[in-house]
T-cell receptor
Framework: EDQVTQSPEALRLQEGESSSLNCSYT??????LFWYRQDPGKGPEFLFT???AGEEKEKERLKATLTKKESFLHITAPKPEDSATYLC???????????????FGTGTLLAVQP | NAGVTQTPKFQVLKTGQSMTLQCAQD?????MYWYRQDPGMGLRLIYY???????DKGEVPNGYNVSRLNKREFSLRLESAAPSQTSVYFC????????????FGEGSRLTVL
């Protein structure tokens, strides 16, 4: 069964304290792994797509990396405005090409204190 | 730039009542989706429409129906609401077939008493 697990469930950091969020997955043929950010009361906002092991993507203080079993979202010198829930999702090869079925993890709630 | 717009933002229903959640996107996207988000469960796909005129079931379709009214609009209907349908509902769209880059609306919070 295709599955996505995110850890930790919640993370509290001091401003400037770097850390990483984990997304481990088991899928039948990974087509893509996606990171989203979700602010309270809002819909998820797309951040990154990773397609193959070894790939990395960066955006401001965020860097996403991918291995064959997991992805990390590294947050360097976070600021309070980085506080949000970060969602990981995978697209499996078992689904037809006509669909964008994503399997979402339950997210990591990040709080960055000033 | 409105993106994906959902209405209503909040709704309280009694068990057995019906209602329709509306969604419209102004990005000329072909594909649209309805997800529900529950604590500890993650986002789960209810129905999707790969293109105008087509709809397909997702992971949790029971108790719901959808209509792709035109390229812009995709509605979700609860014919007889149940407490288990209390959730936050998100509509999303994507422009490229097969991409996982979705654009989400702000959500509709539904409570069924």
């Amino acid at each position: 069964e295709d599955q996505v697990t995110q850890s930790p469930e919640a993370l509290r950091l001091q401003e400037g304290e770097s850390s990483s969020l984990n997304c481990s997955y088991t899928v039948s043929g990974l087509r893509g792994l996606f990171w989203y950010r979700q602010d309270p009361g809002k819909g998820p906002e797309f951040l990154f797509t990773l397609y193959s092991a070894g790939e990395e993507k960066e955006k401001e203080r965020l860097k996403a990396t991918l291995t064959k079993k997991e992805s990390f979202l590294h947050i360097t010198a976070p600021k309070p405005e980085d506080s949000a829930t970060y969602l990981c999702a995978v697209q499996a090869g078992g689904y037809g090409g006509a669909t964008n079925k994503l399997i979402f993890g339950t997210g990591t709630l990040l709080a960055v204190q000033p | 730039n409105a993106g994906v717009t959902q209405t209503p933002k909040f709704q309280v229903l009694k068990t057995g009542q019906s209602m329709t959640l509306q969604c419209a996107q102004d990005m000329n996207h072909n594909s649209m989706y309805w997800y529900r988000q529950d604590p500890g469960m993650g986002l789960r796909l209810i129905y999707y429409s790969a293109s105008e005129g087509t709809t397909d079931k997702g992971e949790v379709p029971n108790g719901y129906n959808v209509s792709r009214l035109n390229k812009r609009e995709f509605s979700l209907r609860l014919e007889s609401a149940a407490p288990s349908q209390t959730s936050v509902y998100f509509c999303a769209s994507s422009g490229t077939r097969g991409t996982g880059e979705l654009f989400f609306g702000e959500g509709s919070r539904l409570t069924v008493l």
